[in-house]
């Protein structure tokens, strides 16, 4: 084989590892740890403010009090999902028609709060 050859593949060995490592990391790394879920869980949420932000975003699709509508009931979420599940749900858009939300670590931590209220 040329030499020049095997420093490809080389190469490409080393660009799969590296490749690898990084997807080990994105996947392993559990959620609660990333930037944006633990500045959202450490924030204290205002239900009050949240509740605003679920009428305006939300409450087409859930109802105004989270009795359900084209999407489920919320009433209760808390005692089914973990505050790391339902940030994930609420940002990753992993369920269309439900779309891809991005508040910032307040207005997230805010929405928490108010659906801890829903019962
Ligand atoms: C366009 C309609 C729509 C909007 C707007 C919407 N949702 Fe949803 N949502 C859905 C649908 C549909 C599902 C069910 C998805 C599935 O499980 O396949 C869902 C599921 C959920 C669930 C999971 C409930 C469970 O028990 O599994 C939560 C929590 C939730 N939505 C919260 C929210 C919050 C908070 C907002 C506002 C920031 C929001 N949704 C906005 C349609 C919507």
Redesign the pocket.
């Known amino acids: 084989m040329a030499p020049g050859r095997t420093g490809l593949i080389a190469a490409l060995a080393v660009l799969a590892l590296v490749a690898a490592v990084v997807v080990a990391l994105v996947l392993l790394l559990p959620a609660r740890h990333d930037p944006y879920t633990r500045s959202s869980l450490a924030l204290p949420g205002d239900a009050e403010r949240g509740g605003r932000l ?1 009428l305006i ?2 409450a ?3 109802g105004i009090a989270g009795q359900g509508l ?3 009931r ?1 009433q209760g ?1 808390d005692q ?2 973990s505050d790391v599940w ?1 940030i994930r ?2 940002t990753s858009g992993r ?1 269309p ?3 891809r ?1 991005q508040p910032d670590p307040q207005a997230m931590a805010d ?1 928490l709060a108010h ?1 801890h209220t829903l019962h």
């Open positions: 679920f975003n939300c087409g699709c859930h084209v999407g489920p919320l979420v089914r999902r339902l749900q609420v369920t028609p439900m779309p939300f929405l659906l």
